[in-house]
C-alpha cells in the first residue's frame, strides 16, 4: 500500500479490536463509528494498531454498526480493547500472549488470546504505561501526546518532501511533508510540536501555525488561518479562522474567521461564518459536559472544555455554542443567542427552541453534502443514521 500503510503479518493470529466498557461516553461520536475509528493524533485508533501489528484488523462493535465494520472470526483470535492507544511494549507483550491468556492493566481488560468471545480467566498483569481513553474529551486533552507518537512512528526513516523556499519556518527538522501537498506564504513553528502536512494537503497564504499540528491527506488551511496545537485535522477538511487544540475527524468544514478551542468535531460538518465556541467559563470553574452514561453533565476536570459536535450537524453562521456543549447526530444549529448546552440528535433549531429535524430532510441534506466530495451516501450508512434517530427518541420527546 502506498506511504506508511503497509502490511505484513508477524503472525498467525487474526486481530480484533472491540468497543472498551466505556464506548457510551465517546457519544455522539460513538453513535456512527466503532472506537477503531476515533482520530486522535494523526492517526485513527484502528490505523495506529494496523501500523503497530504490521496486520489488518477487524471489529467487533454494536450489532447496528457491524454491516459496515464487519467481524473477521478464525480459530486464533487476539481481541484489543479499541480504548487502548498502542506502543512498542505493549504490542510486544500482546503478540506474546499465549490461547487463554487475558492482558490487564490496572484491573481493565486491555488484551486476550481466545477462538471466541470469551475473556479468558488467565489474567497476566501490564505494569508499564498505557495512553488510555476514558472520555470524549480525552481526544483533544490527550492529543498532544498521540500526535508526537504518530510523528515519530510514520516519519522515522523517511524523508520530507523539500519545503518552499518562501515558507517561513522555526524546527524545521520537526515539519514533515508528504507528496503532493502545498504550502504557500505561511509561518510554520514547530518549537512547541511537530507539524504534520499531509499528501496532497494545502496551507495557503498568510497561515500561521504553532505545532503541533496534523493535516490529513487532502485538507486545507484557508487564507489567514491561525492553528495552536496540539491540532488535528483530519482528512478532506476545510479550516480556517482561529483553532486551539481541537480534532477534526475528517470530511468537515470551519471555513471561516471564527474561534474553536479544546472541541472534537466529527465528519461531515459545517460551521457557519463566525461561529465561536467558549472554551472557558467566565468564572473560571470546571466544566461539567452532557454524558450519555449518566444522563446529566458530569464534571471533566478540565477548565478549557469546548465543542463536541457529532456527524452531519451542521450551524449557521454567526452561532455561539457556550462552554463545554455537546450536539448530537444530524442537528442543525441556527440564530441569536446561546443555544441549549446539550442538543440532541436531530434537532433543528437554536435558543429560541428546537423541534424534531425530520429523518427524510436531514438525508437530503447529507447526499448533497457528500456529493460535493464526489461520495454517495451509502445504504448501509443511511441505516446506520436511522438507528441513532431511533435510539435518540427520548432526547427529542419535549419538542
Not at 444522563?295 to 452531519?312: E, M, P, R, S, V
Not at 440528535?345 to 425530520?358: D, I, L, R, T
Request: glycine share 10%.
Amino acid at each position: 500500500m502506498e506511504g506508511f500503510f503497509y502490511f505484513y503479518h508477524m503472525s498467525e493470529a487474526n486481530f480484533i479490536l472491540f468497543d472498551g466498557a466505556d464506548r457510551v461516553n465517546f457519544l455522539p461520536l460513538t453513535f456512527t463509528r466503532p472506537m477503531a475509528n476515533l482520530r486522535i493524533g494523526i492517526l485513527t485508533i484502528r490505523e495506529k494498531w494496523e501500523v503497530h501489528l504490521r496486520s489488518a484488523t477487524s471489529t467487533l462493535t454494536e450489532q447496528y454498526l457491524q454491516s459496515k465494520h464487519p467481524l473477521t472470526l478464525t480459530d486464533n483470535n487476539i481481541w484489543i480493547n479499541s480504548q487502548c492507544l498502542p506502543n512498542s511494549k505493549l504490542v510486544t507483550t500482546i503478540l506474546s500472549l499465549k490461547t487463554n491468556q487475558t492482558l490487564l492493566w490496572n484491573g481493565v481488560v486491555v488484551a486476550y488470546h481466545s477462538s471466541d468471545q470469551t475473556i479468558p480467566n488467565e489474567f497476566i498483569e501490564f505494569n508499564s504505561e498505557v495512553v488510555f481513553l476514558n472520555q470524549v474529551y480525552d481526544l483533544f486533552r490527550l492529543n498532544e501526546e498521540a500526535l508526537q507518537s504518530d510523528f515519530d512512528l510514520i516519519t522515522a526513516g523517511r524523508k520530507s518532501e523539500e519545503l518552499p523556499k518562501h515558507v517561513r519556518t522555526t524546527r524545521p527538522e520537526n515539519i514533515f511533508v508528504e507528496p503532493g501537498a502545498q504550502i504557500g506564504h505561511a509561518v510554520l513553528n514547530a518549537s512547541t510540536g511537530p507539524i504534520y502536512i499531509g499528501k496532497n494537503a494545502e496551507v495557503m497564504d498568510g497561515c500561521l501555525v504553532r505545532g503541533g499540528l496534523s493535516l490529513s491527506e487532502g485538507s486545507v488551511l484557508k487564507m489567514g488561518a491561525k492553528i495552536y496545537g496540539p491540532t488535528t485535522i483530519g482528512p478532506y477538511c476545510k479550516v480556517g479562522g482561529e483553532v486551539n487544540n481541537a480534532v477534526f475527524l475528517g470530511y468537515s468544514n470551519k471555513g471561516h474567521d471564527g474561534f474553536l478551542g479544546n472541541s472534537v468535531i466529527g465528519e461531515w460538518c459545517n460551521l457557519g461564518a463566525d461561529t465561536n465556541t467558549s472554551n472557558l467559563k467566565n468564572n473560571y470553574e470546571e466544566v461539567k459536559l452532557w454524558n450519555y452514561k449518566s444522563l446529566n453533565f458530569a464534571k471533566t476536570g478540565l477548565q478549557f472544555c469546548g465543542l463536541i459536535l457529532g456527524d452531519h450537524s451542521k450551524c449557521g453562521i454567526n452561532t455561539m455554542f457556550n462552554t463545554g456543549t455537546v450536539v448530537g447526530v444530524s442537528a442543525n444549529i441556527f440564530g441569536s443567542g446561546f443555544p441549549r448546552n446539550f442538543v440532541p440528535s436531530f434537532s433543528w433549531g437554536g435558543n429560541s427552541g428546537f423541534q424534531v429535524y425530520h429523518f427524510a430532510k436531514a438525508m437530503v441534506v447529507a447526499r448533497a453534502v457528500m456529493a460535493r466530495r464526489g461520495l454517495e451516501l451509502s445504504e448501509i450508512d443511511e441505516n446506520i443514521l436511522q438507528n441513532v434517530f431511533d435510539q435518540t427518541a427520548n432526547f427529542r420527546s419535549s419538542f
